[in-house]
Every structure is written in C-alpha cells, then in structure tokens.
C-alpha cells in the first residue's frame, strides 16, 4: 500500500505538469480524490492493514494527500498567473476616473473676482457674522427706518453691544462698505469687491437662506454716475460677453443718492422681448452714489470725496449668464449630483 500511495504522488505530479487550462486541472483533481479516484479507492485499503502497522500507514495516507493537494495548488495559481498575463493588452486606453469640478458659485466667483481685479479693484470679505451697525445703522438705516423691512434678517440670540448693537447674519455684502472704509483709515482711493455669503430667511422657489452677493465700493476725489456706468458697461462685456448692454433705471436705497437699478439686455432675444425677460430686459441689482451719510459714518470727508457701490446676486447674475431658468432655485445647494456635472 505505501508503495502505491507513493505511486499516485508521482504520477500525478507528472500528470499536473502537463495540465494547461482549469478544466483539465478539475478533471484530475477528481480522477485522484473523487469518489472512485486513485486515492480515494487506495486509502479505503487501511481497514485490511494490521493493527500495529495501521498508524505508520495512516500517517502516510495524510502526508501523501498533503503534498499532492499542495501541488494542485501551486499548478492552480501558475495556471492564473499565465491566464491573467496572457489577457492583459497594455495598450488599451485607461479607464479614465470621473472628474469632478468646483460648484457652478464657486466658478462665478472667482471669474467676477478676476474681472474686477483687472480694472484695480482688491478683494475683500467681511464677517458673515455681524453687528446691526454695519449691517444697517452706518448705511443710513436707523432702527425703526421702514426700509430696514425689506432686510430680512437673522438675529443671533446674544447681547446687544452698544451702538453696535445686536449680532445678525449679515442679509447683504454692504454691510462690508463702512468696514472698508475704517480698513482704509478714512483715506480713500478705494476700490473693493466684497464677495460673501448672505443670509435672509426666505425658502421658495426662488430664494434660499443662503446666498451670495458681490459687492463693488470706488471712493476718490471726483468719482461720479459716468464712473459707475462705465465699470458696468466693462462687467457686461467680460462677464456677459460683447453685445450686451446695460441700462440705469432710478430707483430707491437708503444708503446711495441717487439710486438705480441695473438693467441688462436679455441674450434669449437680443433685447426684443422673449419669455424669459418679458421686456428684452433683465434685472442686475442695486447700485447708486454714495451716501454723504455712509461717508461720513465711515470717517470720510463728504465734502472731499465722492463714491459709487453696487451690490448684485451672484447666483441670480450666473444665471443671466448661463442663459437658464432654473424652476426652483435650491436645487444649487441641494447637492444633487445629477443637477451639478452638467456644468
Ligand atoms: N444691498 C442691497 C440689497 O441687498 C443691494 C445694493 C443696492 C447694494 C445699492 C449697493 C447699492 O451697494 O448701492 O438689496
């Protein structure tokens, strides 16, 4: 018996050398450890083997079987190796991992930043969180003033401070224009683009909590309305491209005399009139001359110097941008994948 167990161990290593693909492996497999296998059949002999000598010859049935499964093995894995080798075609083109890329916002506003940047303006930003005063006293909006309504604001539940009073989330980027005037000491020229988050508590289609506004302030000797229109005109062509045009129509804010808003003319129709912008026009934001008022909470000489602000959407002038109507506005934030790879 042990010269036949020793039998099968060479055959079948000679035999495992000569296997080339896993079905043949399989089919040796079980010609030696199937049920009617060599093995099998040749190790059923212990019962006949004689007490004393049955221990000597169990340890070689299980040594036997040891040393060709570990055969099987090693051919297996030779087997793969070959088979993988022999699969690979290096010159494939790579799976290539999906790209992401900034948010649609955050792209705006590092392109607006750069347009302004050009023409000598610095960026700044301002707290996110800050005191009544800046957010509305200094910008001509006392307490109780009826235009400190269309402001709807956040108040952070903490102690009022002075005159500067209570904290809230800052509702527009003006509440930086006084704070860059004390940045500046009171000594103009100033050029600022305020880029930030604001916060005001609506949620609906075409509002969310949060959003982002930029805020442009020029202060010098001499500035004046042609100043304002100008740089306007400027934002339209880089940012809008070169056919738009830009319109001033009088309106009202507390913290500039006189005040406009500004217009764009519609890129779906030209300027004719479409579904989108009605009247070939589209909306921008807020503008005007500075305050004597602001300029003056800000420690700047009204008498001296003039200035102009304006403070527009950024996620409203995008979309004029991009040419879109998006049905409900939050889906920017909703972080919905689908929504933002198509940009
Ligand atoms: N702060 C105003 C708002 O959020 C927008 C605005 C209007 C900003 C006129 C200005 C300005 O700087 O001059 O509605």
């Not at 704070?179 to 005001?200: L, S, T």
């Amino acid at each position: 018996m042990e010269k036949d167990l020793l039998n099968i161990q060479e055959d079948t290593h000679k035999k495992l050398k000569a296997v080339k693909t896993s079905q043949e492996l399989t089919a040796l497999y079980l010609s030696v450890f199937g049920k009617s296998g060599r093995f099998a059949q040749t190790a059923k002999r212990i019962q006949e083997i004689p007490k004393d000598k049955k221990k000597t010859i169990g340890l070689l049935v299980n040594k036997v079987k040891q040393t060709i499964d570990d055969s099987f093995d090693k051919r297996k894995k030779e087997l793969m190796e070959t088979s993988i080798k022999n699969k690979i075609d290096v010159t494939i083109p790579a799976i290539t991992p999906p790209l992401g890329h900034l948010h649609i916002t955050t792209l705006a506003i590092s392109e607006i930043a750069k347009i302004f940047e050009r023409i000598g303006f610095t960026r700044v930003r301002y707290p996110e969180i800050d005191r009544e005063w800046y957010a509305f006293e200094s910008l001509n909006m006392p307490v109780n003033h009826p235009a400190r309504d269309d402001f709807e604001t956040f108040f952070i539940d903490a102690p009022p401070f002075g005159k500067l009073g209570r904290l809230v989330l800052s509702p527009h980027t003006s509440s930086g224009q006084v704070r860059e005037m004390e940045r500046m000491r009171g000594i103009p020229p100033i050029r600022m683009i305020n880029i930030a988050k604001c916060y005001r508590p609506n949620w609906d289609i075409s509002h969310t909590p949060m959003f982002h506004q930029f805020e442009g302030l020029v202060i010098d000797r001499g500035i004046n309305v042609t100043h304002l229109k100008g740089t306007f005109e400027y934002f339209a062509r880089e940012f809008f491209g070169p056919k738009r045009k830009i319109r001033l129509r009088p309106f009202h804010f507390q913290f500039t005399e006189p005040s406009f808003e500004v217009d764009i003319t519609c890129d779906m129709c030209g300027g004719n009139g479409c579904r989108l912008c009605k009247e070939g026009w589209l909306e921008l934001g807020g503008s005007g001359m500075v305050h004597p008022n602001v300029l003056a909470a800000g420690k700047i000489d009204p008498t001296l110097y003039t200035g102009y602000a304006f403070g527009w959407g950024i996620e409203r002038t995008y979309m004029m941008k991009a040419g879109i109507q998006i049905d409900d506005l939050r889906i920017l934030y909703a972080n919905d994948i689908r929504f933002l790879e198509q940009f």
